[in-house]
């Protein structure tokens, strides 16, 4: 069984409340009296449980992110024993956190005359560096609230994140793990499928590069050879097949890290859709 919520599901169920909530799913929808609640935007999430048991995916979408014509999208791929609960605390708060974190900036600009910007004939390039570190920031504390929580283990435990923020006709992704964004564009008459993220996995030299150089393992187990995994110094564990995560705290000291990808690419009339989504979705 599956859950989807979308923004055009309120109107056909007649619900009025903002927020939309499920257990893993979180919908924030824009008022009736907003204008953007005018603007056609059809968006969706769907959340459906798989093979292995527990259902340890999350997911955000946030319209009318600090603008109008503006969203947050977020998927969160919990992993291990308690993994659930790390994608649902990261589901609840990221979003917020990036505000937060990009309104304390443009406030300390204002605040301080002496800041000099960039020499950059582009606002958009301004902009996109804003959200960067405004990114990096929550995530950063986004990290140590995790760990900061008490009564619960999360030493090997944690989530992915995969987020996309658009703002008017510019679009910045922020990638964690191994979720990925894929973006449905039209070349010569045909929407055609181009990855947006990359999956950071320990088989990445640089990922597996960065992980040796603090002491920890990449290797493959042999009933797996196709799968690389990240071990502590002296132990075979915990094998985690991702490079970058939230939580994990037992090799945050051996190069797993939460520090984010984050790019940026500007949104065309060719662009039709966006998919994210954690690494239980497959194409056929």
Not at 91 to 116: F, G, T
Not at 181 to 209: F, H, N, R, W, Y
């Amino acid at each position: 069984m599956g859950i989807c919520i979308s923004t055009e599901s309120s109107e056909i169920h007649h619900e009025s409340s903002k927020l939309a909530t499920d257990e893993n799913l979180t919908v924030f929808e824009p008022s009736k009296n907003s204008k953007l609640s005018k603007i056609h935007r059809l968006s969706s999430i769907y959340s459906k449980k798989g093979s292995k048991g527990l259902n340890q995916d999350a997911a955000t979408l946030y319209q009318g992110y600090e603008m109008e014509d503006a969203a947050f999208c977020g998927v969160f791929d919990g992993h291990g024993r308690n993994g659930r609960i790390v994608s649902q605390i990261v589901n609840k708060r990221l979003s917020s956190l990036i505000l937060n974190q990009k309104n304390m900036i443009a406030h300390a600009k204002s605040d301080d005359n002496n800041i000099i910007l960039e020499d950059d004939d582009s606002c958009t390039n301004k902009n996109f560096q804003e959200w960067k570190g405004a990114i990096l920031s929550a995530f950063r504390v986004m990290d140590k609230e995790v760990n900061q929580l008490e009564n619960l283990d999360f030493s090997c435990s944690g989530t992915t994140a995969i987020v996309a923020i658009r703002q008017n006709e510019d679009l910045i992704m922020a990638n964690l793990g191994d979720s990925r964004a894929v973006l449905g564009t039209i070349c010569d008459g045909e929407i055609i499928p181009i990855q947006l993220s990359t999956d950071m996995k320990p088989g990445l030299p640089d990922e597996a590069d960065r992980i040796r150089s603090c002491n920890g393992r990449v290797f493959a187990l042999h009933e797996e050879p196709h799968i690389q995994r990240v071990w502590l110094p002296n132990e075979n564990a915990p094998g985690l097949a991702m490079s970058r995560a939230f939580g994990d705290f037992i090799l945050k000291d051996h190069g797993i890290i939460a520090i984010p990808e984050i790019s940026y690419r500007p949104l065309t009339s060719s662009d039709q859709f966006l998919v994210l989504a954690s690494d239980g979705v497959c194409a056929v």
